[in-house]
Every structure is written in structure tokens, then in C-alpha cells.
């Protein structure tokens, strides 16, 4: 073998040697990213993710917004591991009081109510006693609904990385959701406060809170027509007259706005907007095409179309009254009183 | 483990290839040249394959233990931050494509007697515009750079300047709908302040109306950006910290401690700076108006 062929040979396998070494040996080599991807990977699988469904329940009904959920720790000490160890969020569980958390929310809500109609019509100290009777007991028999639910997951938890533990963590979702519609509709027609306003109050005190909840829903459906309208004019270039006659349109269909309404319960700004599109998209479409132009209606026509297809969607956030608001409830009470 | 391969291939550095590519290649070089080789050709070869050898070695090296961005050259990373700029501006021409489309709309409504050969030129202002607007924005987002921008307003400026070409009527006539859109716009801002501080803190129907006077008469045209709701801070809403004087003046002894408490936990000074004119839906006017290139 001649010598320039022997030294190439020998160059050849010192680089592959040292090349050898170099991916072998290296502080960040791939073998080592990869050894370390398939360690964190078969912890992650490995690692329970456990989830207090006990905890999470106060939590998720009286903290969040209609559509909002939170995770809190409480399956290790107020501490959720995973993903091979790495803590993702700690957040210590409530302590418990005495009482029912949701008797206190019911109680304190009912209180809000009652200081508002206080404001709206005046009450006597008689009068306050006996709504304040009867909230306690609206709130007492929403409180015992809640706790039989409640106590179904105290104490349970549930792995949400296995799936066995996804599917009741759905079915936990599903049983808050019920629970958070409950809690909307707790002083709504049917409660013992609504019922009692109507035997409390006289026809003038009546009258006063029916004036300050309907004035309360129109300052709330101006808000959102006006809101929803800047943003259509920003998108069809509304002139003045075609902006005023939608807005027309739009405040003479005032939806049944809830009365009492939690202060997050209309954050969402799509669910804003497509509010006032489903109203928009009950107008008859001859009028309303007539309003815009050819251009303007090609999107028009689709937003008010999108605004239709989200009304069930609208309908669950819980915005919208079911029945009746308490004041013309109760107007309906002293009415069949009188007859 | 047939899984893993793929990314094990990928996760090897080039200059590791480099180096096992330069080894292979020597390894199978043909051996039967054994006329060639005379002493002074071998010592030339073995110095250049040494040579070529040990700068692979270092590049190979540096390039394990030295950081990408760090070895590179300055210029090298201005033009890719530039290239990426170019791109990020290609798409957002697409974001403000629907703005662009709003304003020629109000024109041609604003200004419908607009001969034809005035016509081309304005929409040829607003294309130019909207690439500049375009490259404004994404230099702000890409380089972090904090000025005052609003994309709308350049657009918008462009096409004043190519109007009052054809005629100051027709400005005239495009600014009155813009101003009236503006007035409508702080109309509903306002209105809607009230609505969220009554959402928190109960007003009454008198308040509701005083609070909306007060703040009619101290209005700050900036105010707008509560159309733009960024959502909620700490669960709540965000409160309208900014208009506190024109609210705080209205409200019971009770209600201020809740608007206190209020600003404190959701004030929209937490928010930090305000990305009003950054927010745009995407839904605009469908399709090209044939008018403008009648």
C-alpha cells in the first residue's frame, strides 16, 4: 500500500473516530436531547395529573364567568404536578367556613337584590324584614341543591391524564354548568322573593322598580347597540343615515335582558357582538337591505346570518331572561291580588 | 423507537454530518495509485487534508458550543430580521385590506360625482398607503419599537392627499362622514363606560345620565379604545380608571369604595400600553369594487 493512500485511510478513520466521540461525548448531543425527550415523555405518561374535583367545584361555579373555567391545585397538597414533575400551578383550595359557600353567594346576592329594590322604590323596616325572610329562604333551598351536588365530589379526584379521569372532569363541567344556571336564576320568577315582592310592595313601590329595572335594561341594550354599531361602521362604512336607521331598528327590539345580571356575565365581547347581530338577524332582511347598499349588504347579510346560527349559543350564557323579569312578575302577582 | 429515528436524524448537527461526509469520502478514495507517490505530493496532500480537516473541526466545534445567533454575522442578522419583517408586513397588507376597503367605500358614498380618470389614482394612494401602513405596523411588532401608530390614520391620510388632488369639495365631503363616524364613535365609548361602571357598581338611572354628561364634557378622544375590550383582569372586568374624574364625582359613599377596590385589582393602567388601533377583525366589504377601476 503506497504512502498517500495509507495516510488518506488513516485521516478517514481519525474523523470518524473523533466524530465519533464528539456526537457520543458532547455536553448537548442528540442522542442526549433525545434520551432526555423520551425520559420527560414516559414521565409525562407515568405522572398522575390529579385534579380535586371537590376543590375545583366553588371555584368554577361562584369565581368564573359563563364560559370560563379554572384548575385548581388541591390533588397534592394545593400543588398540580406533570409533565415529568415540572409544577404548572399552585393555587391553594378554599378554606371551608361553618356554612355552605353557596349559601353565603345566595345570601349575598339575595342582600345585593334587596338593597337595589331599596334604592329603586324605598322600603320600610317591615317590608326589608320580610324580603330578607324571604331570600334566606330562596337562598337556603338553592344552597341544598348545590351541597347535593357538591357532596358528590368532595374528596374525589380524578387523574386527567388518564381517560377514565378526562370523562369526569366532563361530566364534573356539565354538573357546574347546570349548577351556575341555577345560581342565575335563583331570585327569578318562582322564588319566594319575586313572589313576596308582589305582597310586600305597594302598587307605587311597584311601579318605581319596574321603571328602574327597565331603565337599567335599556341603558344596558343602548350600550350594546352602540358598541356593535362602531364596529359595523368601522367594517360597512355606515353613512349617518344608514348608522341611525339600523340603530333604529336595533333599539326597538330590545331583548328581554336579564335584570340582575352578574357584573362579568356580559365580558365576552363576542358574545356581545353577536347578541346584537341575532336581534339584527330578526329584522325583516327586505328592510334592512334596503337601508345598505348592494356592497354592503354581501357582508351584512352574512353577519346577521352568523348572528343567527349563534343564538342557542347566546341563549346558554344566560343573559337573556327565561321568563319574565321579577318587577313585571311581581306586577303580574299584585294584579291577580287586586282581581 | 421507529418514532424517535426521524428526530434523532434531525437533531444531529450538519456540521457532524460534515464531518462524518468529509471522512467517508477519504475513506473511499481509490487506493491504487501507488505511481504517484512520491514523498513531496504526499507531504502536500497530508498538509491540505490536515488543514481541511481542522477547520472542519473547529467550525464543527463552535458551531456545538457556540449559540447560532452568536456566530453570525451583524449584517447576516439584519437581513433576515429584514426578510422576516417583508414577510410579516406581506401579511398583514391582507389584515388591513378590509380598512383600506371601508374608506374607499365612504368615499364613493361621500363623494359619488367622482369622474373615472380621478378614480384610479385614489385607489392607486390607498394601495401604496396600506403596504406602508403594513410595513409601520410590522416593524413595530417585530422590533418592539413602542411610538404612537395607527395604521387607519395613515391610510386614511393618503387618501385625503390624493382626494384634495382632484378637488377640496371632495375632501370636504369625505371628512364630514369621517367625522360624524368619530362623533359616533365617542358616543358609543362613552356609553359604554357608563354601562360597565353600572355593570359593577349599580347606578342609578340619575347617575347613569350624569356620569355620561360629565363625561361628554371632559371627553378625551383617546377613550375610544374601550370598543376594544381586552377582556378581564384578576376575573373582572376592566375599569375605566382613565375617566375617574368624570365618574368618581357622581358616585355614593358605598360605590366608591367598590370603584376604589375596583381600579385597584382592574384598572386599565394595569393593562399597560393600549393596542386600540391594532384590533381588527378581519370581517370587511367583499370582494373588489369594480367602481374604482371603471
Known amino acids: ?339 | 423507537m421507529t418514532m424517535n429515528a426521524p428526530r434523532r436524524m434531525q437533531t444531529v448537527s450538519l456540521w457532524q454530518l460534515a464531518l462524518v461526509t468529509a471522512g467517508l469520502l477519504l475513506a473511499a478514495m481509490p487506493l491504487g495509485r501507488g505511481e504517484d507517490a512520491v514523498d513531496g505530493q504526499a507531504k502536500q496532500a497530508a498538509k491540505r487534508d490536515a488543514d481541511a480537516l481542522g477547520w472542519l473541526l473547529k467550525q464543527g466545534l463552535r458551531q456545538m458550543v457556540i449559540p447560532q445567533n452568536q456566530i453570525q454575522a451583524p449584517v447576516l442578522v439584519q437581513q433576515q430580521n429584514e426578510q422576516q419583517i417583508i414577510q410579516h408586513a406581506k401579511h398583514l397588507e391582507q389584515t388591513l385590506e378590509p380598512v383600506l376597503a371601508s374608506e374607499l367605500e365612504m368615499i364613493r358614498q361621500a363623494c359619488d360625482d367622482l369622474a373615472p380618470t380621478a378614480r384610479k389614482p385614489i385607489l392607486s394612494a390607498g394601495r401604496t398607503a396600506l403596504k406602508t401602513a403594513a410595513r409601520g405596523m410590522a416593524e413595530r411588532q417585530m422590533t418592539g419599537r413602542q411610538d404612537a401608530f395607527d395604521p387607519r390614520l395613515e391610510i386614511r391620510g393618503a387618501l385625503v392627499k390624493a382626494l384634495g388632488t382632484v378637488g377640496p369639495e371632495h375632501v370636504a365631503g369625505y371628512q364630514l362622514e369621517q367625522d360624524r363616524r368619530t362623533a359616533r364613535q365617542a358616543r358609543a365609548a362613552r356609553v359604554r363606560i357608563v354601562a360597565k361602571v353600572d355593570g359593577q357598581l349599580d347606578l342609578s338611572a340619575a347617575q347613569r345620565e350624569a356620569i355620561e354628561a360629565d363625561l361628554a364634557k371632559h371627553w378625551d378622544a383617546a377613550w375610544v379604545h374601550v370598543l376594544v375590550d381586552p377582556g378581564l383582569i384578576n376575573n373582572q372586568t376592566i375599569a375605566p380608571d382613565f375617566a375617574a374624574a368624570a365618574i368618581e364625582p357622581h358616585l355614593a359613599a358605598a360605590q366608591k369604595t367598590a370603584w376604589k377596590d375596583w381600579c385597584r385589582d382592574a384598572g386599565s393602567k394595569l393593562m399597560g400600553r393600549r393596542f386600540t388601533s391594532w384590533n381588527f377583525d378581519g370581517q370587511g366589504l367583499q370582494g373588489t369594487d369594480s367602481w374604482w377601476t371603471r
Not at chain 1, 409544577?87 to 349575598?108: C, T, W
Not at chain 1, 361602521?233 to 352578574?262: F, S, Y
Open chain 1, 1 to 339: 500500500m503506497n504512502t498517500l493512500s495509507q495516510h488518506r485511510k488513516q485521516c478517514a478513520w481519525s474523523v470518524i473516530a473523533v466524530v465519533g466521540c464528539l456526537v457520543g461525548q458532547s455536553p448537548a448531543s442528540a442522542d442526549d436531547e433525545v434520551l432526555a425527550d423520551e425520559t420527560a415523555e414516559k414521565q409525562a405518561i407515568q405522572q398522575p395529573h390529579m385534579i380535586d374535583l371537590g376543590v375545583n367545584f366553588d371555584s368554577n361555579l361562584f369565581e368564573r364567568s359563563a364560559n370560563t373555567w379554572v384548575i385548581q391545585g388541591g390533588g397534592q397538597g394545593g400543588v398540580i404536578r406533570m409533565n415529568g414533575g415540572v409544577i404548572v400551578a399552585v393555587q391553594q383550595g378554599d378554606s371551608r367556613g361553618p356554612e355552605s359557600p353557596a349559601l353565603l353567594k345566595a345570601r349575598a346576592a339575595g342582600q345585593k337584590r334587596i338593597e337595589r329594590i331599596g334604592s329603586a322604590c324605598g322600603l320600610s323596616d317591615a317590608q326589608r324584614k320580610r324580603l330578607e325572610l324571604a331570600v334566606e329562604s330562596d337562598a337556603r333551598r338553592f344552597a341544598a341543591e348545590i351541597d347535593t351536588t357538591r357532596a358528590r365530589y368532595q374528596g374525589r379526584q380524578v387523574n386527567m391524564n388518564d381517560p377514565a379521569g378526562q370523562k369526569e372532569w366532563h361530566a364534573f363541567q356539565q354538573d357546574v354548568q347546570r349548577c351556575r344556571e341555577r345560581l342565575r336564576q335563583i331570585f327569578d320568577s318562582g322564588s319566594l322573593l319575586v313572589t313576596s315582592l308582589g305582597t310586600t310592595l305597594d302598587e307605587r313601590q311597584l311601579a318605581s322598580l319596574h321603571e328602574e329595572q327597565s331603565s337599567r335594561r335599556a341603558y344596558q341594550w343602548k350600550a350594546l347597540v352602540a358598541e356593535a354599531l362602531a364596529k359595523l361602521d368601522d367594517t360597512l362604512a355606515l353613512n349617518e343615515e344608514q348608522h341611525d336607521a339600523i340603530e333604529k331598528v336595533l333599539v326597538a327590539r330590545e331583548p328581554p335582558l336579564r335584570a340582575e345580571m352578574a357584573p362579568n356575565a356580559l365580558a365576552d365581547s363576542n358574545l356581545r357582538r353577536n347578541l346584537v347581530l341575532m336581534v339584527l338577524a330578526e329584522v325583516d332582511a327586505k328592510e334592512l337591505r334596503a337601508t345598505v347598499s348592494e356592497r354592503q349588504w354581501r357582508t351584512l347579510g352574512n353577519l346577521t346570518s352568523q348572528g343567527r346560527a349563534m343564538r342557542s349559543w347566546i341563549e346558554q350564557q344566560g343573559v337573556l331572561e327565561s321568563s319574565g323579569a321579577s318587577a313585571s312578575e311581581a306586577k303580574k302577582h299584585i294584579r291577580a291580588r287586586s282581581r
